[in-house]
């Protein structure tokens, strides 16, 4: 994984430490990893201080309510690298058990498209990228 992130982060230390968070909050929400990676490759391109035109914050594009709603309250900590993954990780876990499994919904309530397939697969897509085995 260090090898495909390095153009987006070439310092070894930040990359591992991102690749490591993220690894950590995905497992700890129940997500696969490549899952959040791609969500993070379409959402923000991998800038932590990526904000859209509709003020969706960091790595997974938070968007401040949910800091009140999840967090303290305090929306600058979402450019904070692992309260960004942990929230992110837990808004898709919400929507993933909202959805029953279905993916394809989940992706577009978190993304604001629900039922239109442009950005889960674009997600999809992104998925592939960082799909890997994991040797015994």
Not at 17 to 36: H, I, N, P
Not at 87 to 101: A, N
Request: with cysteine; proline share 4%; aromatic share 14%.
């Amino acid at each position: 994984m260090s090898d495909r992130l390095r153009h987006r982060k070439p310092e070894w230390g930040v990359r591992h430490e991102f690749l490591q968070t993220v690894w950590y909050e995905a497992k700890r929400a129940g997500l696969e990893v490549s899952l959040v990676l791609g969500l993070i490759q379409v959402e923000s391109g991998f800038r932590k201080f990526a904000v859209s035109s509709v003020g969706a914050r960091g790595y997974m594009q938070v968007m401040p309510f949910w800091a009140r709603v999840i967090g303290d309250g305090d929306p600058g900590k979402l450019f904070h690298m692992q309260t960004n993954l942990r929230y992110g990780c837990v808004i898709l876990r919400h929507y993933i058990d909202r959805e029953q499994g279905n993916l394809f919904m989940a992706l577009g309530r978190y993304n604001g498209s629900r039922g239109r397939a442009p950005y889960p697969d674009a997600v999809f897509g992104a998925q592939r990228n960082w799909s890997f085995s994991e040797k015994p």
